[in-house]
């Protein structure tokens, strides 16, 4: 990616930010109920309307939408979020808090899911047509069929309530209180990623250097992991940096189910109590998280596929040749007519 292609990355991303931002906002702002009442309700007091019309006041939701949103985004730029209502911390320390254990999470959910579906989609696609494969093809089936929620519930009770192998409620630290999350997070995930193995290591198989690989006697493990696989990651990044910015975003409802203390779970006690600053700047903070991952996915695609890098000079040298021939090819035939 040569620098103009990432300034105008960057500044894509700016502008969706902004874009998000004020959706976000407007949203929020149209939204029925009274955040200040619910303020009060949190703390367990029941003010009066004058007292409630004078916190409206001082903290400025009597102003027009486009007058609030503009105070909130100059205090962004500057590293403030807002305070929280129902927390009364702010915004910036309560989501900086529950990014990593959400990261942690989404991490061990991605090698749980490799270990799973590398292996599966390996062997479908060595084994094609065979019992292997059908079981293989049946377990990726159930797995995008199945909710994370209905995931989430099934090991809670089998593993975690009737075997008693893992605890239910995620809270402590080390590996084991994340397992059972992670666990189901992984699940959906490695039957796509296993249709997605058997598929990309299939294209490989069917390629010429196979066959050649195997008519001067290279045994087929060595051709299957030191040529198919590596040339089949190429898709499975993209689809990795994709994972895990929707992890970061997309855990809210296994967090709750086992009362993980991440962003997710974050998010949805900001919801129920209508705070509003916590709401606008998890979605400002996944939005911008998201985005960055796509861009790292993008920037190592030349690390582990250097022949993209390689071939751009060549491919504008072809556009260029391309284009002078048809230009070429129209006026001559402008001069026959």
């Keep these: 990616m040569s620098k103009k292609q990432l300034g105008g990355r960057l500044l894509q991303i700016l502008i969706v930010l902004v874009g998000i931002s004020f959706l976000t906002f407007a949203l929020t702002y ?18 009066s309307e004058a007292v409630l019309e004078a916190t409206r006041e001082e903290m400025g939701l009597n102003d027009p939408l486009l007058v609030q949103y503009w105070n909130w985004l100059t205090g962004c730029l500057h590293g403030d979020f807002g305070t929280s209502y129902s927390l009364k911390t702010p915004v910036l320390t309560l989501l900086s808090s529950r990014l990593w254990p959400t990261l942690r999470l989404a991490l061990l959910s991605l090698a749980l899911m490799l270990v799973i579906a590398v292996p599966l989609g390996m062997l479908s696609a060595v084994y094609r047509g065979s019992v ?163 861009l790292v996915v993008d920037l190592s695609y030349n690390l582990v596929d250097p022949r993209m890098k390689k071939n751009m000079p060549t491919l504008r040298q072809n556009t260029k040749r391309s284009d002078t021939a048809g230009a070429a090819v129209a006026g001559a035939g402008q001069e026959k007519r």
Excluded: C
């Design 132 to 294: 292997i494969d059908y079981i293989v093809r049946g377990y990726t089936f159930l797995g995008v069929s199945m909710p994370n929620f209905w995931v989430g519930l099934l090991l809670a009770y089998y593993i975690g309530m009737v075997l008693g192998w893992l605890p239910v409620i995620s809270i402590g630290t080390g590996i084991k209180p994340m397992l059972l999350p992670a666990l189901t997070l992984a699940f959906p995930m490695s039957a796509k990623y296993a249709r997605q193995v058997r598929t990309a290591v299939l294209e490989e198989l069917n390629q010429d250097y196979v066959s050649g690989a195997r008519a001067r006697g290279i045994k087929e493990s060595r051709i299957l992991w030191r040529h198919v696989f590596p040339n089949s990651l190429l898709p499975l990044i993209t689809m990795l940096g994709l994972s895990l910015g929707s992890l970061l975003g997309g855990t809210a409802v296994v967090e709750v189910i086992f009362s993980y203390p991440g962003l997710g779970s974050l998010a949805v006690s900001a919801i129920s109590s209508m705070d509003y600053p916590l709401i606008q700047g998890y979605v400002l903070w996944i939005a911008l998280i998201y985005m960055v991952v796509n």
């Design 30 to 47: 149209l939204a029925p109920g009274d955040p200040v009442r619910s303020m009060y309700a949190v703390n367990g007091t029941i003010p």
